[in-house]
């Protein structure tokens, strides 16, 4: 099947270097793109500098490379991109939208990760403040691909979230949305820790007047700790020689079948192949995966 009006993307963020559960989020979206004949782009999602680990991005970029995950197009840095995200900024608070928030990490404590509204009404000046997206009190909901009818009480669950931070640092939920409907992407693959998140970007999304891309969120390995696969907790890097032998470990993960011919195939063989007989219907219908039952 050619759908040339697939576009899917891949999004790391630079503040260390892949490791498994990366790959399998990485090999998903390339499957699914290329198995419908439709572009990969891939982004840098850089928006944090205190975080960006020294040379993660050339990093990101040769292991890809290695693995065969080979983009389509220009590599997109988040932070060439603030302009964009602080015209919407600027354009939201200036419809009553959104609002500068001077609350502590401190005073929030002991909200559930809700924000309870307190600079909702104050009118504080943006200076030396982060700026929130009011949030109506309605549900959002989706059908993700893999793990079905998802749904979020926005006003209940969420409450008022920043799109610019107190440091001047834009955030995540904003510029992903901002980036995907400029990129033209049509569908997200990606793990399923942000399943939580989709909510909020749908509601920017239409708020924006944005299209609305599918979405698959494929499960997130995790070790046997409960901790997902991240650089907070030292996962290994993806070695540079294991490139085989962890595609066939990662297309497992996701309930794939593996050629019988694999011992021995280069990268480009086994996702050739694999790109043939991408199902997605066959990726497990679950949140997490232990990283333990995949060797």
């Known amino acids: 099947m050619n759908n040339s009006s697939y576009i899917g993307r891949f999004a790391p963020t630079p503040s260390g270097h892949l490791h498994f559960g990366s790959l399998v989020a990485a090999l998903a979206s390339w499957l699914d793109a290329r198995a419908l004949g439709g572009r990969w782009l891939l982004r840098m999602e850089d928006l944090d500098p205190p975080r960006e680990v020294p040379g993660a991005q050339a990093g990101i970029l040769q292991t890809l490379e290695r693995y065969g995950l080979h983009w389509d197009g220009e590599i997109v840095r988040q932070s060439e991109r603030h302009a964009a995200y602080l015209q919407v900024v600027e354009r939201l608070q200036q ?3 959104a609002y500068a928030c001077i609350c502590s990490r401190k005073q929030l404590e002991g909200q559930g990760g809700v924000y309870p509204g307190t600079c ?3 009118r ?5 403040a982060a700026i929130r997206l009011r949030v109506p009190q309605l549900e959002y909901r989706f059908v993700d691909r893999v793990q079905g009818e998802f749904s979020q009480h926005l006003g209940r669950d969420v409450g008022d979230f920043v799109i ?3 440091d001047g640092l834009f955030a995540y939920q904003l510029a992903v949305v901002l980036d995907d409907a400029w990129q033209g992407v049509t569908d997200i693959v990606r793990g ?3 399943l939580d998140s989709t909510p909020r970007q749908l509601y920017l999304q239409e708020l924006l007047g944005l299209p ?3 979405y698959l969120h494929v499960p997130l390995i995790i070790q046997p700790d409960g901790h997902k ?3 907070s907790y030292r996962s290994p890097p993806l070695a540079a020689g294991q490139a085989s032998p962890l595609l066939l470990r990662a297309l497992r993960a996701l309930g794939q079948s593996t050629p019988d011919a694999a011992e021995g195939a280069a990268p480009e063989e086994l996702l050739a192949w694999a790109a043939r007989h991408w199902d997605a219907g066959r990726i497990p219908r679950c949140r997490t995966l232990a990283e333990a039952q995949l060797r």
């Open 95 to 97: 419809q009553g939208l």
């Open 120 to 122: 909702r009404d104050a």
């Open 124 to 128: 504080h000046a943006s200076e030396d």
């Open 164 to 166: 610019r931070r107190r």
């Open 192 to 194: 399923a820790d942000l």
């Open 212 to 214: 609305q891309p599918r």
């Open 229 to 231: 696969l991240g650089k």
